[in-house]
């Protein structure tokens, strides 16, 4: 499948990443070492020395260099070779091993994977993740056996949580019958959709029903803001389905979330839910957070089993239905800026 | 190697296929999902939903139908896609996952792999199996890190008794210098041979000694019915080493199998061994069990280790001898077979 | 990465081979079983029975041959077929598995895996090991799953220690930074270097200041005698930094040893560690082998992740430094010594 590289990807949490304390990982199968300085900047370098290829991020910081573990080569926060241990004379003037330009929001690091020039801050999708004042955040993460784009595609089709999460979120056929009002941004798509005359989250067939109101805006290259608040029932037909007024508040609750393309057939998923601060008792967090992660258990048992499935039968095609406007939508949008790249 | 496609191979036991229990297996590197319907109805299908590709295994029975869990799309027993929930119109006519031909006989689920056109219930081989009124049966399944063909291989040259199933069968080197008298079948081998004034099976040694006559008909893809029986030592001097009379009875026992490919490098193995309903007690059944067992096990850790050594050696050649005589005219016939099928 | 072909590889300890009991390994991805016939002689041959593969290290020495236990073919030491059983005539004359020249030497196995004919004990490295009347051992393997080349280039390059083995040598930046002197042999080179008023192995920053001479002879196809020597402040000074007189005693503890390929991503890793024979209390002994298995756990750490590292960038390429001036020499050896294998 195709990805965009010149974009940013979320490599890791930025609290991971301890003064001193080097931190792989791998973007689009792309080894990276992340490191803190000792005045605490943040640089992302390809994780392999120059010389024979040992990974950096077995290395050790020294203020502000990192040194090969191995023969001890030393690097700057720029990837710029600036000693070799017993070599007066550098073997060629600018040697370096490859710098990804790196951002630090909602708690999250930014790495940007395609050509450096054009990295743009501005691009980091408009999220609200930890560090924001208003909200709290509960947060974890999975590791997937299974490419990344199978798990986008499968938060852009919410029809599954009718049939895969029976034992999490345990909402009813509507969700799939249903479908999204969908619009799409310059990197995005937005869905959005009223469910009438539902009980809330998790309790399904629950005597106190609510109109519903669900937003999600999904962003290049694959992380989200998911939002939803509930109103008493008819509000959605006074307001003809249209979004609620202030809804922007999110004080109902939130989800912020990352899928990162690691390699071929692993990737990374990021969560977090975010609460109004100060406003929701633990107990209602920690009801929450059990259902969440029950439906992302579901979805990694099904989305690991599709890919052994692709992998079985190399020449089975995916067809799609009119629920799946979303991906098409967004998988449309990756190829296009993917031969814009390309193109350039 | 090569397999025949337009046969039944063995994929399951019956009573592993309970009412609304999906089960998924491979056979020949294809995914296969095996359901019965409430009406009791078995039916196998390619285990890939049409629209993503998750397995159907994972599905929902649901009366006549089985439902893929993860986006709820809906089939019947012939594989038909019959809903596409909250889509009123299908996107085409006739849409279908592949259906496999499908029959039970001898307590095992056969699936043809083949076109389905040319599935022809009479090329099920004539096995005596779980089902019979005239006996009664103990059962296993082993599965292998090698490919189907070593092991149909191990089975039609028994040469190797004498020196692999040396804590198991225990039998003299006998086995290995006397050569079976061979008969080509229509779609098989039958291999015969008396063996003179030994102890019985598993009693090297033994003072008690008769003459046995064993008897295997060995079937294309890879299926068996061994049987043995002793008679006072002299018969088969007196017989001229003909076929005892009425030998057909099976009344000590016989063993009824089955070699399934899964995979380039996996196998099932299904073993039955059978006695004559309600003459012999179960702890004589149960030592015979032990017997084979370790007999199977000693065949799995040679054979396994016979693959290592084919995949560590890909240039190497196997050499035959007059002991194979079996397994090159049954080899011979798989050829021919599946020349056939490419000619067809 | 190329190896030497006609060369002798360490392929087990000599005291691993029992009588009666043949063990398997590999050596440049050859299968290999070595065995000791009833005489206490040992041979090496290919690890497959000529019939249909299967390993002859699962088979039965019997007297001075070995019998396949699958079905029973018979060879003996020079890898000869002498009985096929039941086959009164072979099916040709000559058959035999490929046999390797095999020599016992310094508690080791050596296998020439190259031309038979060019087998030439002659060419095995002048070391000294278990056996040798002046000198009593410890000793250890190690599997590494990286390739042989990689533990090599570390052996050759010692600048690593400064580095690396922070926990177990523990000797300052003047390993990275003296370059030692290297000498070209026919089939290897000697690397010698002069550590000045430096501490013992294992004492950074030791006020029992020393002047240790170093010297490490590196033989084709990896392996080592290394030896090291103590003695008071002044003495390198006074000797110009040449080698110091009857430094070939060896009386204060040595090391050799030797790194096998097995396949393209394993290794073995033999060491002894020598001492004059009753001369040294096993205490220090032990001591010493704590920090040489710490040490040797850190050179495994580094280089399979130097290995992954090099898997995962198969585009990225080595650079040099003046400290890898070793390895330069022999791996530019061991290409002339392969090219001249080929032309011949």
């Avoid at 573990?69 to 600036?82: P, S, T, V």
């Avoid at 801050?121 to 955040?137: M, Q, R, S, T």
């Avoid at 974890?140 to 089709?157: K, P, S, V």
């Amino acid at each position: 499948m195709t990805y965009v590289r010149n974009t940013w990807y979320v490599a890791a949490w930025s609290h991971e990443i301890a003064v001193d304390q080097p931190l792989a990982t791998r973007v689009l199968n792309e080894p990276i070492v992340m490191w803190r300085d000792s005045t605490g900047r943040l640089a992302a370098l390809a994780d392999r020395c120059l010389h024979r290829l040992a990974p950096l991020s077995l290395g050790r910081c020294q203020g502000e260099t990192l040194r090969c573990r191995y023969h001890g080569w030393l690097y700057d926060h720029a990837g710029r070779l600036i000693e070799i241990p017993g070599q007066a004379q550098m073997p060629a003037s600018g040697l370096q091993v490859r710098v990804y330009p790196v951002v630090e929001r909602y708690g999250w690091v930014w790495v940007w994977i395609g050509e450096p020039a054009r990295a743009n801050a501005e691009l980091i999708p408009p999220l609200v993740g930890i560090g924001h004042p208003d909200y709290e955040f509960d947060y974890g993460q999975l590791d997937y056996a299974a490419e990344a784009r199978l798990i986008t595609d499968n938060l852009l089709d919410l029809s599954h949580v009718s049939f895969l999460h029976t034992e999490s979120f345990r909402m009813s056929e509507i969700w799939a019958r249903a479908r999204p009002k969908l619009t799409e941004q310059e990197r995005g798509i937005r869905s959005e959709r009223w469910v009438r005359n539902e009980g809330p989250m998790g309790e399904l067939n629950a005597t106190n029903r609510v109109d519903t109101y669900f937003r999600c805006d999904f962003f290049i290259p694959g992380v989200l803001l998911m939002a939803a608040r509930a109103y008493p029932v008819g509000t959605a037909a006074a307001l003809s389905d249209a979004q609620p007024p202030q809804f922007s508040s999110m004080e109902e609750g939130f989800t912020t979330q990352a899928v990162t393309p690691m390699t071929d057939r692993t990737a990374r998923y990021f969560y977090m839910m975010g609460w109004p601060r100060g406003r929701v008792d633990q107990a209602s967090r920690d009801a929450t957070r059990v259902i969440y992660e029950k439906g992302f258990a579901e979805d990694q048992r099904m989305i690991e089993a599709q890919q052994r499935s692709i992998d079985a039968s190399p020449a089975a095609r995916f067809m799609s239905s009119s629920a799946d406007q979303g991906v098409v939508l967004f998988n449309r949008l990756v190829e296009k800026l993917a031969r814009q790249e390309l193109a350039q």
